[in-house]
Nanobody, 123 residues
Framework: VQLQASGGGLVQPGGSLRLSCVASGFSFADYAIGWFRQAPGKEREGVACLSASGFSKDYADNVQGRFTISRDNAKNTVYLRMNSLKPEDTAVYYC?????????????????WGQGTQVTVSS
């Protein structure tokens, strides 16, 4: 299983970014996917998750309404669209694959992780 995240960068407060994560080595369409983040000195947290079907989603309260998770099973890719970014969104963002078709944002349900992409929100 391999996950390659990209799309991070430096953005001003209020700006937008779209993260991508390309997966390989497994049947992508059969498993839930999640985006997680870890800020310096803080624990890793679940940001958003998406079921295998794409119909079930869950967001952390602090990103609800600003972030959108989506997937393209034909391209083995999951996206995280981030709007209205805030300095507190600064973190390394990781994509991960769950053990089942839907798993929520519990980190323990995700055994496979990508390498992370840095998002910095600063003026």
């Amino acid at each position: 299983v391999q996950l390659q995240a990209s799309g991070g960068g430096l953005v001003q407060p209020g700006g937008s970014l779209r993260l991508s994560c390309v997966a390989s080595g497994f049947s992508f369409a059969d498993y839930a996917i999640g985006w997680f983040r870890q800020a310096p000195g803080k624990e890793r947290e679940g940001v958003a998750c998406l079921s295998a079907s794409g119909f079930s989603k869950d967001y952390a309260d602090n990103v609800q309404g600003r972030f959108t998770i989506s997937r393209d099973n034909a391209k083995n890719t999951v996206y995280l669209r981030m709007n209205s970014l805030k300095p507190e969104d600064t973190a390394v963002y990781y994509c991960a694959v769950a053990r089942s078709s839907y798993s929520g944002r519990d980190l323990s349900a995700y055994p496979y992780w990508g390498q992370g992409t840095q998002v910095t929100v600063s003026s």
